[in-house]
């Protein structure tokens, strides 16, 4: 195949994949700080 090709196809799974990394990590990060807020402040999950 042609060189350009691949570096298009490595380009497109690399922004693939670290755009997922940055979804799963930042749900993750939501989650724990909601629930911080709730012990330390008592406040609501949903706001």
């Not at 380009?11 to 990590?25: D, F």
């Not at 993750?28 to 911080?36: H, N, S």
Request: glycine content about 6%; charged content about 10%.
């Amino acid at each position: 195949m042609n060189i350009v090709l691949w570096i298009l196809i490595f380009i497109g799974g690399a922004t693939g994949a670290l755009s997922a990394v940055y979804i799963m990590i930042s749900l993750f990060a939501m989650i724990f700080f909601k629930l911080y807020r709730k012990v330390k402040y008592h406040i609501s999950l949903y706001d």
